[in-house]
């Protein structure tokens, strides 16, 4: 598909055709799975979506970075038509197929360690997060675990725990997990000690230290989970000192590190995975969503010593590793190898562009990112730094009315992220950007509350 003409809006979104859609979605769909716009697609391809009345629009959100070659790749479409031919699922724990030994191989040769590593194949991020927990306790027989605050996880009962954020995700769900132990996470743009960095000697390491002397006894933790950039909680980049200092703890308490590189992983930053920008090797990775080529497919890696602790049994599932989503991954992998030289020059350009809309405009607090992973932080004074939690829902509102699909981010619900597929051209990165600056503009000097 190729349009001469994106954005093109016809119908001011949603469309006819759209709002049609919703009042059955609003029938038959439990009003607590959220929209972030209410716009029905028709058709994907690359960095372009097509709506039902017609619109078209840059994508900046690749389904929540699970497209991150895009849409309809065509090698990944061609991998899955020729697998269709042959079976499109048998359970591997009926009858093995080696699609799922080979992305077992491929994921543990890419992975950072040069040590050997056993790969285990689910359907979700949560899941992969439910089984690195699963692994770790195993291993160290040890209950505990460490996470921090605006962490996301996931939606079931451990990974939820897990999860630093309220609401919508904890509220009214409980009683969640025992044995979760939450630390601040180093978020230096919001520093919760109220230090600056680096001369704040990354006191949020110091912290966990003392409270490993003073609160909770090493013997009883198993694992430190963390993201290195914290997605939903709003794009925060978890400086090297800090994840060095993780990687430090951990071995001098015998306590196993998770590196959740579910939104982080499969080229998003620059590199196959954030972890390789700070010369730290976890003991476990968490991998998702771009890992299964658009369909779902996760990932739960370790150590070969780690994963196969637990009894012959004891990890798996019904549809893990389904086949059709294997050779997808396969195919996902290859083609994330070749795109990974174009991130950083793609992600320097957004990078300078969000930086010259923060001379503009006083709303954008902060503007962070690595490679394709980008955010500004909305607020409403700078020096209190308020967040502007109004305005960033109406500049996406707007955005997708003017053309540009675009999501939020973050615990205090005022930040912008920037997902677009790691094969955009340079010209619709531009146009998209064009859109959110023209928008900032006429949000910022149109105050609606
Ligand atoms: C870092 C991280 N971990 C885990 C998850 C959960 O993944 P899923 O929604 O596939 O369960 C997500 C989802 O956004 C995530 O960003």
């Not at 609003?26 to 697609?41: A, D, L, R």
């Not at 309809?72 to 197929?97: D, G, W």
């Not at 049994?313 to 990974?340: M, Q, R, W, Y």
């Not at 793609?346 to 503009?360: F, T």
Request: net charge neutral; glycine share 10%; proline share 6%.
């Amino acid at each position: 598909m190729s349009f001469s003409e994106v954005p093109r809006i016809r119908e001011t979104p949603p469309g006819p055709k759209s709002k049609e859609l919703m009042e059955l979605r609003n029938k038959y769909v439990p009003k607590s799975v959220h929209h972030i716009t209410p716009i029905f697609i028709e058709f994907g391809d690359g960095a372009i979506l097509k709506d039902v009345d017609g619109n078209i629009y840059v994508d900046f959100a690749s389904g929540i970075s699970c497209l991150n070659f895009g849409h309809r790749n065509f090698e990944i479409l061609s991998a899955i038509k020729e697998q269709l031919k042959k079976y499109m699922h048998l359970c591997f724990h009926v009858t093995p197929y080696e699609s799922y030994i080979k992305l077992a191989e491929k994921i543990a040769l890419i992975t950072p360690g040069k040590f050997s590593k056993k790969v285990l194949l689910v359907n979700s991020g949560a899941e992969a997060v439910e089984n690195a927990v699963k692994v770790a306790r195993w291993f160290t027989k040890k209950p505990g675990i460490i996470a921090f605050e605006n962490a996301f996880h996931g939606r079931t009962f451990m990974a939820l725990t897990l999860t630093g954020s309220v609401m919508p995700y904890k509220y009214g769900f409980g009683p969640l997990m025992p044995n979760v132990y939450r630390f601040p996470y180093a978020y230096c743009y919001r520093c919760p000690f109220k230090l600056e960095y680096p001369s704040c000697g990354i006191e949020c390491i110091e912290y966990i230290r003392n409270a490993l002397k003073t609160s909770i006894s090493s013997d009883d933790i198993a694992s430190i989970i963390f993201e290195p950039i914290q997605g939903e909680g709003g794009f925060i980049i978890g400086p090297k000192e800090f994840i060095q200092g993780l990687r430090k703890i951990c071995d001098e308490y015998g306590i196993l590190l998770i590196d959740d590189e579910i939104q982080t992983g499969m080229g998003r930053t620059g590199k196959m995975f954030c972890i390789e920008h700070n010369d730290v090797i976890p003991d476990v990775i968490t991998m998702g969503k771009s890992l299964g080529g658009g369909l779902p497919l996760a990932a739960t890696i370790g150590r070969d010593d780690i994963m196969d602790a637990p009894q012959v049994g004891g990890l798996g599932g019904t549809f893990c590793g389904n086949p059709v989503s294997c050779v997808a991954g396969l195919k996902a992998i290859e083609l994330i190898e070749k795109l990974l030289p174009n991130v950083p020059k793609l992600g320097e350009i957004a990078l300078k562009r969000l930086k010259e809309m923060q001379e503009k405009y006083e709303i954008i607090g902060d503007v962070r990112g690595l490679g394709l992973m980008l955010a500004i932080e909305l607020v409403e004074d700078r020096k209190t730094k308020k967040p502007a939690i109004e305005k960033r829902n109406e500049i996406i509102t707007e955005c997708y009315k003017n053309g540009l699909i675009i999501i939020g981010a973050g615990t205090y619900k005022n930040v912008i992220r920037l997902l677009p597929p790691l094969n955009i051209s340079e010209e619709l990165l531009n146009k998209g950007l064009d859109i959110l600056d023209k928008v900032i503009k006429y949000e910022t000097n149109n105050p609606k509350s």
